[in-house]
Nanobody
Framework: QEQLVESGGGSVQAGGSLRLSCDASKYTPPRDCMAWFRKVPGKERDGIARIFSSGHVPSYVEAVEGRFTISQDNTKNTVSLQMNDLKPEDTGVYYC???????????????WGPGTQVTVSS
């Protein structure tokens, strides 16, 4: 049984939007942060957005800054990633991760979900 489950992936044309959601209700270990990673074809899986329980401001990689927004709903135990102005290079598998804030503003993941495919066509 997966402890983190992503949903919301799919296919969209360039310039479109998708909203990914991660259900963390079954994840019981302590966590200080949640993050979204993605694996694009030909590259390693990289973190792209992080949100912290400490109140540290969410952070993004440059490639998605200004287009993607990470948020969390503590009442529903979910983390979302709103993705706007999608580009073909955003195509990949997106993973939700739970982890610990080992250093201020650094989310070290302990567990990943199985991932959800996002495909952006030109």
């Amino acid at each position: 049984q997966e402890q983190l489950v992503e949903s919301g992936g799919g296919s969209v044309q360039a310039g479109g939007s998708l909203r990914l959601s991660c259900d963390a209700s079954k994840y019981t270990p302590p966590r200080d942060c949640m993050a979204w990673f993605r694996k694009v074809p030909g590259k390693e899986r990289d973190g792209i957005a992080r949100i912290f329980s400490s109140g540290h401001v969410p952070s993004y990689v440059e490639a998605v800054e200004g287009r993607f927004t990470i948020s969390q709903d503590n009442t529903k135990n979910t983390v979302s990633l709103q993705m706007n102005d999608l580009k073909p290079e955003d195509t990949g598998v997106y993973y939700c991760a739970a982890g610990r804030e080992r250093l201020a503003g650094v989310c070290v993941p302990d567990y990943w979900g199985p991932g959800t495919q996002v495909t952006v066509s030109s």
